[in-house]
Nanobody, 121 residues
Framework: VQLQASGGGLVQAGSSLRLSCAASRRIFSSSVIAWFRQTPGKEREFVARARWGSGVTYYADSVKGRFTASRGNSANTAWLQMSSLKPDDTAIYYC???????????????WGQGTQVTVSS
């Protein structure tokens, strides 16, 4: 499976962005789609994840109430809606697909290439 993340950009603090993750095939209900982010010199950080079939979601405390992970408008697309963006949200955002609902990058087998989000103050 190939994943492609898109939708990043340069925005001002307080703005919103929606990231998309397109899979090369239909996403199965047993799959988990997760979002991670990474800044230079730091480890990849868990942001959000959603169980595809049930829609159950989990969020990092740093984004809870501001970000929403969901299914997109097709059977192979996931979204990460980001609101009230802060400069600390600046990072490369990656989507990933796995079978276990986990916040650990090592539990995800498939990764997108990443999309840059930059939030200016």
């Amino acid at each position: 499976v190939q994943l492609q993340a898109s939708g990043g950009g340069l925005v001002q603090a307080g703005s919103s962005l929606r990231l998309s993750c397109a899979a090369s095939r239909r996403i199965f209900s047993s799959s988990v789609i997760a979002w991670f982010r990474q800044t230079p010199g730091k480890e990849r950080e868990f942001v959000a994840r959603a169980r595809w079939g049930s829609g159950v979601t989990y969020y990092a405390d740093s984004v809870k109430g501001r970000f929403t992970a969901s299914r997109g408008n097709s059977a192979n697309t996931a979204w990460l809606q980001m609101s009230s963006l802060k400069p600390d949200d600046t990072a490369i955002y990656y989507c990933a697909m796995g079978q276990d609902s986990s916040g650990s990058p090592s539990d995800y087998n498939y990764w997108g290439q990443g999309t840059q989000v930059t939030v200016s103050s």
